[in-house]
């Protein structure tokens, strides 16, 4: 009777505790299943599937942008799958009652992220690495294209020569690379395609194709800050930007209208049609503007840009895309401030009113990816691209040719051929997770170059009886052939379960340079260049100098890297890396001073630590750069420059502090401690300093995000006064602080309305500054003086975008 009496206890003790568990309608007692997904170094990750299996089925959900995810499952036994792309599936287990909120779950990727198109959000720092997610593009109106630039931060400091149709200077920890080649170079990518153009009309590395990008069709960019990967080899120096472009688009049809001061108008326009196994889009970009300038900057620029993406299975995908622009503009060019200062001159003002250009590009690429299941994948691409350049400036004004003026046009026609190929083989060496990355890479560039005295656009200059015998007016013409083959193997490995990360490399790059050409100075008893015999075989002249030859070099560059991730629970990492880059050097060059350095290296070493939670993240890291000895080609005037080795230090600061789903604050600091040239002095004994950089930039924004359908950013940016004169302390250029505001409001899910303010402040500043002589009229004085580019004062753009036919997918 006893035993029946427990029994009977233990059931109604059971319905109870059912009861309980339940609620009036039967159902099960749920619980939250949260947290945030994270790497070994505590990077958060997007896209990871959480799958919960339960009693009554399979729950799923998705880690968000931030990395987080949150769930209600039964409260019971669960097994939970993760999985996602390139990251490696693993199961956990899960007690009933155990508390589930606020879980860390650390995912490894079968192919780091660097290597493969795996996006890791932006507010993940890391010293050597940098992200930035479309949203940045997405919710921004781009009023001059020169923008997007800006919108990297990350320590580059960019600036306009001609206030918008020329490449930007690009200025990086203490160096000015000018138009993105020397001093080390910052190498530019899109879609793989380098966008450094070596031996260019006006600079070594010209950045001028990246005019023909439309911002609303940036996926992401990663930023490598130096030359850590052994992927990447010419002009990657002071660091690597990858730009991917969208593959598609969400809706079927996308359009962008907007307009602003200065006779500024703009307009975006993509088809995207929802095809099975197919990401595909067609998009068209036009955009003008005047600018504030006397001399109207009548720029005008159109890009058509494409993409089909077809998935052949499940391991296979072939992909073609293609990229063609134009833009024609006049300019102010970089005006004497000395004459501003006196009032003989206005800000905005000119000297010359032919200065300008006019660019025309395209390129086709076609793209192979296989991936295997044990994660090994096999990605090769291929291009062909074609592009002409027609620069008319004049710097000097009437310093070498007082009759006629000094300005010049430089010629750049170029046919590009590329091919990369990489393989990636994940493996495990007892229990270790390792990657193992070879590749090669080759880049072939058939170009004629030039530089031709002109006078409003015709370049006749040379050739008039006064500059006949004149030998500062310089004429040069070159076809160029150059190439680059390079192979490369990288390989790292995890230990500890992920907390010790080792990563070695070596990169070998061979470069080719033919040339056959000629210098004119004078005198000559040619009326003008006849035939396509491109040597001083047609001319007279005693000052003709043959610019005819080959010439190679090569050079190994290794690479090496640790991260250490020492906590379980705290997200602390600390990351030591060295890399070496390569720059080549201007053909011409080359082959008018052959015994002087064709490749230039820099050696950068970097350590730092990085803090990486939901809601901080942070990353401060120290560097040390040093140069070697270099030989630039000046395009401009034909001159070569050499510069001995040198050496940069300082320091970078980088943080995203996110206080709610609504509100981020982020911002970055890079300061130079010096950047001089090793065993050079000045007259005076200290010394001889590397110039025209500054030695402090920094940024900080604070956005607001899907605020009742709102999104806006206020965004500050800073760099410091800084020297134009390695001897001379008191010739420098000014800083400057600038804010930008933006603001968009979803009207509808199918239309945004967007309004921006750039330089909000309406400060007075300069984009760009150098300093060297020059003369103002025919009888004025040879001055030595600074000459500048002004930045844009206080400018709206307001916007409509229109997203329709969403597709289902």
């Not at 250490?564 to 050097?585: H, K, L």
């Not at 009207?747 to 300069?766: E, T």
């Amino acid at each position: 009777m006893r035993s029946i009496k427990i029994q009977a206890m233990t059931v109604f003790a059971i319905l109870v505790a059912s009861l309980f568990s339940s609620d009036v309608f039967g159902q099960q007692k749920t619980r939250i299943f949260s947290g945030e997904v994270v790497t070994s170094q505590f990077e958060l990750v997007p896209k990871v599937v959480i799958e919960v299996e339960t009693s009554r089925g399979v729950l799923t959900a998705e880690s968000s942008a931030e990395g987080s995810f949150s769930v209600n499952v039964p409260d019971e036994p669960l097994t939970v799958r993760f999985s996602g792309n390139n990251i490696k599936p693993f199961t956990a287990f899960y007690a009933a009652g155990e508390n589930l909120r606020n879980i860390q779950i650390r995912v490894a990727f079968v192919v780091p992220p660097v290597s493969e198109k795996v996006i890791i959000e932006d507010n993940a720092l890391s010293p050597e690495i940098q992200y930035l997610n479309k949203s940045v593009f997405e919710n921004t109106l781009f009023g001059r294209d020169d923008q997007l630039i800006q919108t990297l931060s990350a320590g580059i400091n960019a600036g306009q020569h001609e206030g918008g149709g020329k490449s930007l200077e690009i200025r990086r920890f203490g160096f000015n690379t000018d138009h993105g080649g020397v001093n080390g170079g910052v190498k530019i990518l899109v879609d793989n395609i380098q966008q450094n153009q070596g031996t260019q009309g006006h600079g070594q590395g010209y950045l001028g194709n990246l005019k023909s990008i439309t911002p609303e069709l940036v996926e992401t960019v990663s930023i490598i800050n130096g030359p850590f990967s052994a992927a990447y080899g010419d002009f990657s120096g002071l660091g690597v930007v990858k730009i991917n472009l969208k593959e598609s688009l969400p809706n079927k049809l996308t359009m962008r209208f907007q307009a602003g001061s200065f006779n500024t108008y703009r307009a975006f326009a993509a088809f995207s049609p929802e095809i099975k196994e197919v990401d595909s889009f067609f998009a068209y970009e036009l955009s003008r503007t005047d600018g504030p300038f006397i001399n109207p900057l009548a720029y005008r620029r159109d890009n058509v840009t494409g993409n089909f993406t077809r998935r052949i299975d499940e391991s296979r995908t072939v992909g073609f895309k293609l990229n063609f622009g134009r833009n024609d503009f006049t300019s102010s060019g970089q005006i004497p401030l000395d004459l501003v200062s006196a009032g003989a001159l206005d800000r905005f003002g000119f000297i010359d009113p032919e200065n300008g250009g006019k660019v025309r590009l395209g390129s086709v690429g076609a793209y192979y990816r296989k991936v295997w299941t044990s994660g090994a994948t096999l990605k090769a691409d291929a291009f062909i691209g074609r592009s002409l350049f027609d620069l008319y400036s004049n710097f000097t004004f009437f310093l070498a040719d007082p009759i006629f003026g000094d300005e010049i046009q430089q010629h750049d026609s170029r046919l590009q051929e590329g091919a990369n190929l990489q393989v990636l083989l994940p493996y495990s060496l007892s229990e270790n997770r390792g990657l193992l990355t070879f590749g090669a890479n080759l880049l072939s560039n058939q170009i004629n170059v030039g530089l031709y005295p002109s006078i409003s656009r015709d370049p006749i200059r040379k050739f008039l009886p006064e500059n006949i015998n004149n030998p500062d007016v310089l004429y040069t013409s070159a076809n160029a052939g150059i190439n680059n083959f390079a192979g490369y193997l990288q390989n790292g490995i995890d230990f500890f379960n992920g907390h010790l990360r080792l990563e070695a490399g070596l990169r070998f790059d061979v470069f080719t340079f033919k040339v056959k050409g000629f210098e004119l100075g004078g005198p000559t008893s040619e009326s003008r260049i006849m035939g396509s015999d491109l040597s001083c075989g047609q001319f007279t002249a005693s000052s003709c100098l043959s610019l005819s030859g080959n010439e190679s070099a090569a050079k190994f560059q290794p690479k090496l890297a640790l991260a250490w991730s020492p906590f379980e629970r705290t997200p602390v990492s600390f990351y030591a890396n060295y890399g070496r880059g390569i720059s080549s050097q201007d053909a011409r060059g080359v082959i008018r001073n052959p015994d002087a350095p064709k490749i230039s290296t820099t050696d950068f070493y970097q350590a730092g630590t990085s803090y990486n939670s939901r809601r901080v993240s942070a990353v401060f890291s120290t560097f040390l750069i040093d140069r070697s000895s270099e030989q630039v080609y000046i395009p401009d005037d034909g001159s070569i420059e050499f510069a001995g080795p040198s050496r940069s230090y300082g320091m970078e600061f980088r943080n995203s502090v996110r206080f709610n789903r609504y509100l981020t604050l982020n911002g970055g600091l890079t300061q130079v401690f010096n950047s001089y040239f090793k065993g050079q002095r000045t007259d005076d004994g200290s010394r001889l300093i590397v110039d025209s950089a500054p030695k402090t930039v920094a940024n900080g924004s604070i956005v607001f995000s899907e605020v009742y359908a709102i999104n806006s950013s206020l965004n500050w940016r800073h760099i410091s006064g800084y020297r134009l004169d390695g001897a001379d302390r008191t010739i420098r250029a000014s800083g400057h602080d600038v804010v930008d505001f933006s603001i968009s409001k979803r009207l509808k899910k199918w239309i945004d309305l967007s309004f921006s303010v750039d330089n909000l402040l309406d400060k007075k500043y300069y984009e760009t500054q150098n300093y060297f002589e020059s003369r103002t009229c025919p009888t004025c004085g040879t001055v030595e003086r600074i000459h500048a580019t002004p930045g844009f004062p206080r400018t709206f753009n307001l916007g409509l975008t229109f997203r329709l036919f969403a597709k289902e997918r």
